[in-house]
């Protein structure tokens, strides 16, 4: 199979006019695209329509609360500390409320507005990745077709999808990555630079691993004899964190990630590893009809690249004593490795076996189109495909609930929720603070995830998720003990509300509930 895909012609005519980068007779040439705009808007509609969205699930538990709260510094007045920790690092929460202020718009149609912009530069991305890529047509369209096909997917065993049917930092980050990624790759580090300090303002750890790729493009530069045998340093640990193994409750929530560590992957986890690297590496080679040097470059990049990710998560997960250091994630490099072999590898397929059947790419993009849809059905089941922000009420009796509760209650309210919420099926994994806008006590799920890349809050973390576990069988007399000790107002109980207490809301199993003898947090004096 091979040796049949081996460049046997000279490549084709390209299809984009290549000028010189500086002069007339400069060795370098940079390509000159010309991004077909309105198709790439109708291709970001039509992605949109495939993988659906769906608001405040996952990770928008942690980013979309710090929004709200930039824009509304009422809401949540508790246990903000759980969503603001990621917001001190990154410019996601500013920049969605500032556009919420700018537009005159309600944060729901703010993060809405920005996942579909964020679609649409990430297919932007990858257009002119493709063309950096591949010299004709038919290759960059099946590239961006399939990716747009596959957003979804996930990436190995890694925690991450190609792109969330939801918004997060990742959102913005991926573009940021890919962007520079191509100006690395065209040799433009001044401003590859500029846009990787960006995508480090908005996500500091998927920065961390675009430097490194850009370093690594800069040394196949700099020694051209070497690009076989890159070598690869280590590098400093940083001294803040400790050796020895993680204790107590911040143990307890760093092995519930078991995808931080490589003794826990399972062989097919392990084949989305090797495989794209082995798929790079005859990439590497630069022999394929249609591609160009810049194609076989990044390739052979991504290989040390892939290779000290492993190298260092196999390190961490050897000895209890690098607990501290499974939070950098070192295998998290395989979110941009997979999407640049997904798209080249699609390109080859255009490339080769569309060059005489128009009928290839379409029927491979609905295919894998139809498989990617059946899976997010099968993700939410509950909930509506697309949750529009419009929507007051929902399908999905806990959705509804929430939006209940986002209408009904104080903004100032403090809610005491089972701390095992998020894994309940009719849940769909959508956050309780993200959906509602109102405060609540740490979950034992998310916020969990939190605490692995924060130790510091373990311990408070441990007592909150303890003090609600099993809250849906609580009486009122537990509702007042547990007022006692933190100071909630309200609570959902999912199930048949207690004897005893007020509960405005119950419907299709939920109810919401005023907790007997609350007193909330003390008023500020004046």
């Known amino acids: 199979m091979a040796e049949v895909l081996e460049r046997d012609a000279e490549p084709d005519p390209p299809s984009h006019a290549w000028v010189p980068a500086l002069e007339s007779n400069s060795i370098e ?30 990770d928008g538990e942690i980013y979309i609360p710090a929004a709200r709260k930039l824009l509304h510094p009422a809401l949540y007045p508790y246990a903000t500390e759980f969503f603001t920790s990621h917001q001190r690092l990154s410019l996601f929460a500013p920049i969605l409320a500032g556009t919420a202020r700018l537009l005159h718009l309600s944060m729901d149609w703010t993060v809405f507005l920005w996942y579909v912009a964020t679609i649409f530069l990430t297919l932007v991305a990858c257009w002119m990745l493709a063309a950096v890529s591949f010299d004709s047509s038919r290759a960059r369209w099946c590239s961006v077709l399939v990716i747009a096909a596959v957003f979804t997917m996930p990436a190995t065993n890694t925690g991450l999808l190609l792109m969330d049917p939801y918004l997060t930092a990742r959102s913005f980050s991926t573009p940021l990555t890919l962007f520079a990624l191509i100006l690395f790759v065209l040799r433009r580090y001044i401003a590859a630079g500029i846009l990787t300090l960006l995508t480090a303002a908005i996500h500091p750890q998927m920065a961390a691993y675009l430097i490194f790729l850009g370093m690594v493009l800069w040394m196949a530069d700099r020694f051209p004899r070497m690009q076989r045998s890159i070598p690869v340093r280590g590098a400093a640990l940083p001294a803040s964190f400790a050796l020895g193994p993680a204790q107590g409750p911040y143990r307890e929530a760093l092995y519930a990630r078991d995808f931080y560590f490589l003794t826990t992957w399972t062989w097919y986890d392990w084949l989305g590893l090797l495989a794209p690297l082995a798929f790079l590496a005859w990439f590497a080679r630069g022999r394929l009809r249609g591609t160009t040097p810049e194609f076989a470059r990044l390739s052979f990049a991504l290989l040390p690249f892939g290779v000290v990710s492993i190298l260092a998560g196999a390190v961490v997960a050897s000895t209890h004593k690098l607990d501290m250091y499974a939070r950098l994630q070192p295998l998290r490099c395989f979110h941009l490795i997979t999407f640049v072999f997904v798209l080249f590898l699609a390109g080859v397929l255009g490339e080769y076996l569309a060059e005489d059947r128009f009928w290839v790419t379409p029927t491979l993009c609905i295919t894998l189109a139809a498989g990617m849809f059946w899976v997010d059905r099968a993700t939410y089941p509950f909930s509506p495909h697309m949750e529009w922000p419009s929507s007051a009420t929902s399908p999905n009796a806990w959705i509804n609930t929430l ?109 919401a509930c005023k907790i007997p003898g609350a007193q909330g947090l003390p008023k500020p004096h004046s």
């Open 403 to 511: 939006l209940w509760i986002r209408q009904n209650t104080p903004q100032n309210a403090i809610f005491a929720v089972d701390s095992r919420y998020f894994k309940e099926p009719e849940v769909d994994v959508h956050g309780f603070r993200a959906v509602s806008g109102r405060a609540a006590l740490a979950d034992y799920y998310k916020d969990g995830g939190v605490v692995a890349i924060f130790p510091r809050l373990a311990k408070e973390w441990k007592q909150m998720s303890n003090a609600t576990y099993g809250l849906n069988h609580f009486n009122a007399q537990d509702f007042t003990r547990l007022a006692h000790e933190y100071p909630v107002t309200w609570t959902v109980i999912h199930g048949p509300a207690p004897a005893g207490m007020e509960c405005p809301y119950q419907q299709r199993g939920y109810a």
């Open 29 to 58: 040439k940079t390509p000159e695209f010309h991004l077909p705009l309105f198709r790439l808007g109708l291709l970001t509609l039509a992605a949109v329509a495939l993988h659906g969205y769906h608001l405040g699930v996952e």
